[in-house]
T-cell receptor, first 116, second 110 residues
Framework: GAVVSQHPSWVICKSGTSVKIECRSL??????MFWYRQFPKQSLMLMAT?????????EQGVEKDKFLINHASLTLSTLTVTSAHPEDSSFYIC????????????FGPGTRLTVT | SQQGEEDPQALSIQEGENATMNCSYK?????LQWYRQNSGRGLVHLIL?????REKHSGRLRVTLDTSKKSSSLLITASQAADTASYFC??????????FGAGTTVTVRA
């Protein structure tokens, strides 16, 4: 089946630093990748959609300069949290689809970010 | 934005019992999906039901969809300890992005 990996699985960083999270589709080409964040005991909130080779589309209320997304290849998308603050601490999950975006999304295992 | 509302928020059942959770949504959909999330992990896709379908089965899972009431239910029969997890419904928006419900946390007691 389709496998999506994320790296790192968890990261602790100091306030003011930047953190990069990678999302990879291991056995299929992901034309579209999605980034979600999830606070404890809450649901997933879509942050942005990235298509290979084009700029990401951000959801309302998500700061694009704060959360930089790069979908440089058909198997890799990265999310960089710039100048991280404690309120950015969250569980970040990516998903990928190989079709037009209507196909089933395959989810990565998530990355736990803690900003101290 | 979040479209789905799920109830109950939490459910505790004895092993072997059935678990039922409901999802309501607000706008028209192409399909509705159910996912499972174990604590601190990613999501596992359980089942997709299209808007023209009323019921779907997969193993011990049964999903119903009532588009007139804009609601869906997920039934897990003969629950097992491994079913302990959070369950989310997700609807596709007009732009085919997913909007997740708040989730139901299921605890199966041995």
């Amino acid at each position: 089946g389709a496998v999506v990996s994320q790296h790192p699985s968890w990261v602790i960083c100091k306030s003011g630093t930047s953190v990069k999270i990678e999302c990879r589709s291991l056995d299929f080409q992901a034309t579209t990748m999605f980034w979600y964040r999830q606070f404890p005991k809450q649901s997933l909130m879509l942050m942005a959609t990235s298509n290979e080779g084009s700029k990401a589309t951000y959801e309302q209320g998500v700061e694009k300069d704060k959360f930089l997304i790069n979908h440089a290849s058909l198997t890799l998308s990265t999310l960089t949290v710039t100048s991280a603050h404690p309120e950015d601490s969250s569980f970040y999950i990516c998903s990928a689809t190989g079709g037009t975006g209507r196909d089933e999304q395959y989810f990565g295992p998530g990355t736990r970010l803690t900003v101290t | 934005s979040q479209q789905g509302e799920e109830d109950p928020q939490a459910l505790s059942i004895q092993e072997g019992e059935n678990a039922t959770m409901n999802c309501s949504y607000k706008t028209s959909i192409n399909n509705l999906q159910w996912y499972r999330q174990n604590s601190g992990r990613g999501l596992v896709h359980l089942i997709l039901i299209r808007s023209n379908e009323r019921e779907k089965h997969s193993g011990r899972l049964r999903v119903t969809l009532d588009t007139s009431k804009k609601s869906s239910s997920l039934l897990i029969t003969a629950s097992q300890a491994a079913d302990t997890a959070s369950y989310f419904c997700a609807t596709d928006r007009d732009d085919y992005k997913l909007s997740f419900g708040a989730g139901t946390t299921v605890t199966v007691r041995a």
